[in-house]
């Protein structure tokens, strides 16, 4: 069993930045694919960002050039660098960890102003 927990968010104004955390209780490594999620009220959840085991990355068009996924495998930690942040944004983020399972945190809120 994967346990996930996220940190980093908040509110922050139109074009500034974040940087959301995701804390994991296994070896990320043993992990196929990490990633990204959002949800924002009356919307569906949608991919953001994931990377693989390998170190391949697919980034939502929306968040391309702005948002960078990355790892610290020696802190079984995965993050989201978020940039030039957008009121559209706003979302509840979720870490998700693919295995034979998919685990999810309990996410984290960003609010962007404008």
């Known amino acids: 069993q994967v346990q996930l927990v996220e940190s980093g968010g908040g509110l922050v104004q139109a074009g500034g930045s974040l940087r959301l955390s995701c804390a994991a209780s296994v070896n990320i490594f043993s992990i196929n694919t990490m990633g990204w999620y959002r949800q924002a009220p009356g919307k569906q959840r949608e991919l953001v960002a994931t990377l693989t085991r390998d170190g391949i990355t697919n980034v939502a068009g929306s968040v391309k050039g702005r948002f960078t996924i990355s790892r610290d495998i020696h802190k079984n930690t995965l993050y989201l660098q978020m940039n030039g942040l957008k009121p559209e944004d706003s979302a509840v983020y979720y870490c998700?960890?693919?295995?034979?399972?998919?685990?999810w945190g309990q996410g984290t809120q960003v609010t962007v102003s404008s």
């Open positions: 998700n960890a693919a295995t034979s399972w998919n685990y």
